[in-house]
């Protein structure tokens, strides 16, 4: 007979998961998928324990996989158009230009503002990182600025666009686990973004002023790198063609998967009738990633190429996801048990016990956020599951659903990529070739946002009742 988990009981599986991971992944450096699985098998002895059978846990654990699919298709797509877009010139480019024409002092800002731009066009953060974030460190480590700034502005631009797109995936998802609406979640959310965007972009303009002259690169440094670009590949207007399609695609609200694999056939075409590489090494480019030896161009040594470029461009492919994957069905095993367990609901109903204020509700759900982002890993779950169990309490307190809705934004979405065992930690962390925890503190915008949701459900500044709304 299957029956409620106690507080205890609901925590365990939770606590030994944040230690095995404290202690294993952050300590000794050990693998974070068998961490996970360990994390399971303890979820699983409670979930025996309080009367769940083994074919439910396995149907909680196929929910939670058949819940991040699509997810997963367009994170191996990613790593086809990054392999497609290397070997085409279209990155290669956007960094043989930046190169040119930035000044290292700005490489910082630049690098939020124009992800955050990628991203509210296309509706992706992991898009933005993954393309023009490529590129923007390509320039950071030609111009000698610090990676660690550059990945986290990248990262954070990423998110401050993701959150405010209408064509995001959680921007979407959001309104509809809190029951308000997209236009006015995205309105609603400048309350908290936009501070949090501007403190980041003031702490950005002072890193770059502050930059020592003897961390910026040498000349002959940087033009080995210009000559190195030029010789590689033939520039073009034509190389923007597969990123025009992304945008085209996303502002047209096309679907995402067949867009990026038609911007990758466009760059293959491109990469084999423009560049003139072969078809085998097009498609070792979207499997394995595009290496400087499929150059063949008369005159360039390969072996000759210096590390600082091949750091650049050898990258991509679906293989360099494979990781990812790995970690991300590793941490859906663990969430689809505890679900299915109930220990999520158990937490959640003590958490609500000691909620008086607007502002313990607004820092319950902020924890609750970040609970479920470290314990899953995953946007999704930790949009889903709170946005479920604070719906009916916000109604209670009279607060419009907006208000929750702009929290689990806040606390949820943007807090996924600062965790080393996420999906979006480890995505990040390999395509920006920067560990997550050295970008986790330049990644502002990332904490700053749930900072000012907590002052403002404090302050009662930006939070809307549902009497106002009906007066209006």
């Known amino acids: 007979m299957k029956r409620k988990p106690t507080l205890l009981e609901a925590l365990i599986p939770i606590v030994a998961m944040l230690l095995l991971l404290a202690v294993g992944y952050g300590v000794y450096g050990l693998s974070p998928e068998p961490l996970l699985i360990s994390a399971s098998i303890v979820a699983g002895i409670i979930a025996l324990r309080v009367g769940v059978k083994w074919d439910e846990m396995m149907l909680g654990i196929r929910e939670k996989l058949d819940m991040a699919m699509p997810a997963i298709l367009v994170l191996i797509s990613i790593g086809i158009l990054i392999g497609s877009w290397m070997i085409a010139g279209t990155i290669p480019m956007m960094i043989y230009y930046g190169l040119e024409l930035i000044n290292p002092r700005f490489i910082v800002l630049i690098a939020f ?122 520039w073009n207007l034509l190389l923007l063609l597969p990123a025009a399609i992304v945008l085209y695609g996303s502002i047209t609200k096309k679907p995402t998967l067949p867009t990026i694999i038609f911007s990758s056939v466009v760059a293959g075409l491109l990469s084999k009738f423009y560049q003139g590489f072969s078809v085998v090494d097009i498609f070792a480019s979207t499997v394995t990633g595009f290496d400087v030896s499929m150059v063949n161009k008369p005159g360039f040594n390969a072996e000759g190429v210096i590390f600082e470029v091949t750091r650049l461009v050898n990258q991509g492919g679906m293989q360099s996801m494979t990781s990812v994957i790995l970690i991300a069905f590793s941490a859906f095993a663990f969430a689809g048990i505890i679900t299915r367990a109930g220990a999520l609901e158990v937490i959640m109903e003590a958490l609500l016990k000691v909620v008086k204020r607007t502002g313990d509700l ?74 997550t925890l050295s970008y986790a503190p330049w990644a502002i915008l990332c904490y700053a946002g749930f900072i000012f949701a907590i002052i403002l459900g404090y302050t009662g500044i930006g939070i809307k009742k549902i009497e106002e709304e009906s007066s209006n």
């Not at 000698?144 to 401050?160: E, Q």
């Not at 109604?395 to 999906?423: C, F, Q, Y």
């Open 362 to 435: 607004i820092l319950s759900t902020v924890a609750s956020c970040i609970t479920m982002a470290l314990v899953t890993g995953n946007s999704y779950l930790s949009i889903i599951v709170p946005g479920e169990l604070f719906k009916d309490t916000y109604k209670k307190k009279k607060l419009h659903a907006k208000n929750l809705s702009r929290t689990l934004e806040d606390s949820g979405t943007v807090i996924v990529p600062l965790i080393p065992w996420s999906s979006a930690g480890v995505y990040m962390a390999g395509v920006l070739g920067v560990s």
């Open 113 to 234: 503002i124009v992800s955050a731009i990628i991203a509210i066009v296309t509706g992706t953060s992991w898009g933005s990182a993954g393309t023009v974030g490529v590129a923007l460190m390509g320039i950071a480590i030609g111009l000698g600025a610090s990676l660690p700034a550059t990945a986290g502005a990248i990262v954070a631009g990423a998110y401050f666009g993701d959150k405010l797109s209408p064509l995001s995936d959680t921007t979407n998802l959001a309104p509809i686990a809190a029951g308000s609406e997209l236009y006015e979640h995205i309105k609603h959310m400048l309350y908290t973004t936009v501070p949090a965007a501007v403190i980041s972009m003031i702490i950005y303009t002072i890193v770059g002023f502050n930059l020592p002259a003897e961390a910026v690169s040498t000349p002959e440094e940087t033009a080995i790198m210009l000559e190195t670009l030029a010789a590689m590949f033939d």
